[in-house]
C-alpha cells in the first residue's frame, strides 16, 4: 500500500504519526498541501491511501475531494470534514441525532442575531462558524456586549463572519473533555483545565492544561455516537460537564492529541495508524 500523510506543517502530531507508521512497518510519504498540482479534469493519483492533516480547513476540503475522486482512501473522509468543520452544521446534525448539545441558534443580521439571544440567557458564547484553538469564541455578559460583538463582525469582510452562532453557555467546572474516538472505540480521554493563563477557555493552545479522565461507559458511549454522526473515522469529541450530564459542544475533523499521549498512557498516534491501515485495506 502506498501511503502518505497529507499536512500543511510538520507539527509534533504529524511526527508522531510518521513515526508510529514507521514502527509499524510504513513508509508514510510526506505530501505537502502547499506543493501540489491537482489537475481537476483528470484527477488520478498513485497513492492507495491518504491520511488528511491538513491544517487548513479550505485545504483539507478541497484535497480530500479530490484524492477520493482520483480513487484512494482518505482518513477523514471529505464528507467529515466538511460537515465537522462547520459549527453551524454540526450542532444542526447532533442536535438531530439525539445527541446532548447546548441550546444554539444561528442568525444571518444583528438583528436576527439580537433576537436570538433573547431566546439565550446572559452570559451567551458566539463563535465562528469555521475555526479553530477557540479563536473570535466570546462569552457575552450583556446586551452592550453582545451589540459591540456583532458591530466588530459586521466590519470583517468575509460573509461566514456575518453567519451569527450563538450558544447557551454551559456552567462548566472549570474543565471540559476531549475524548479521543477511533474506528467505533473510545480509546482515551482527557480534562482539558482552565488556568490563568487560558481563563474560561480551555483549549491547550490557549494555555489549558491537561489532564487523564476516565473513560466511562457513558462517556465513552456518548464519544462514538456523536462522532458516528459524521461517518466512521478518527475524531476528538468535545464535551463538558453540565447541571444534567455530558453535553457534546464539537466534534473535530482533524484532531490534536501531542498534550494526550502522556497523561493518559495511551499510544493515540498508534492507534490512529492502526485504524488508517486497517480501514485502507477493506
Partial sequence: MRAALLYTIISAENKLLIEAAKARGLELERLADGELQLELTEPHTDYDAILQRSSSYARTLYTSFWFEQAGAFVCNPYRAHQLCGDKFLASTLLAKAGI????????????????????????????????????????????????????????????????????????KPGRDIRAFVVGNECIAAIYRNSTEKSGWITNTGRGGTASKCEVSDELGDLAVRAANVFGEGIYGVDMMESANGLV????????????SVAPTGVDIPGRMIEYFVSAAKR
Avoid: C
Fill in 248 to 259: 457534546v459542544h464539537e466534534v473535530n475533523h482533524t484532531t490534536e492529541f501531542r498534550n
Fill in 100 to 171: 446532548p448539545t447546548p441550546k444554539t441558534y444561528g442568525a444571518f443580521s444583528p438583528e436576527s442575531a439580537t433576537q436570538a439571544a433573547a431566546h439565550l440567557s446572559f452570559p451567551l458564547v458566539t463563535k465562528p462558524v469555521f475555526g479553530s484553538w477557540a479563536r473570535m469564541v466570546h462569552k457575552i455578559q450583556s446586551r452592550e456586549a453582545l451589540e459591540a460583538e456583532l458591530e466588530n463582525r459586521e466590519e470583517m469582510g468575509h460573509a461566514f463572519q456575518k453567519v451569527y452562532y450563538l450558544q447557551e453557555h454551559i456552567d
